[in-house]
């Protein structure tokens, strides 16, 4: 059982970047899925959440509008697009698929903007 995280980089400010999180050995669609980051320095921030029942999707204030979370089922991914990035998303971005009694985390994936 794995949850992988992938496509960070480093993107000028203003430019785009897609986040994958990927299941392997359990089926992302009966999980609810979403995102955290960390900044250095800073404390752990939620970023979206996907719902597991009718894909409902939910963001941090600080997202809202340039973030899109959706889902793969036929590829057990769930994505997380990001838009007009800046400076201020420079964080290291962690996946968790969530349910009762069961959480999985990715390993994490840098995101830095920067000029």
């Known amino acids: 059982v794995q949850l992988q995280a992938s496509g960070g980089g480093l993107v000028q400010p203003g430019g785009s970047l897609r986040l994958s999180c990927a299941a392997k050995?359990?089926?992302?669609?009966?999980?609810?899925v979403g995102w955290f980051r960390q900044a250095p320095g800073k404390g752990r921030e939620w970023v979206s959440c996907?719902?597991?029942?009718?894909?409902?999707?939910t963001y941090a204030d600080s997202v809202k509008g340039r973030f899109t979370i959706s889902r793969d089922n036929a590829k057990n991914t769930v994505y997380l697009q990001m838009a007009s990035l800046s400076p201020e998303d420079t964080a290291v971005y962690y996946c968790?698929?969530?349910?009762?009694?069961?959480?999985?985390w990715g390993q994490g994936t840098q995101v830095t903007v920067s000029s």
């Open positions: 968790y698929a969530r349910r009762v009694l069961k959480e999985y």
């Open positions: 050995g359990f089926t992302l669609n009966y999980y609810a």
């Open positions: 996907i719902s597991n029942s009718d894909d409902t999707t």
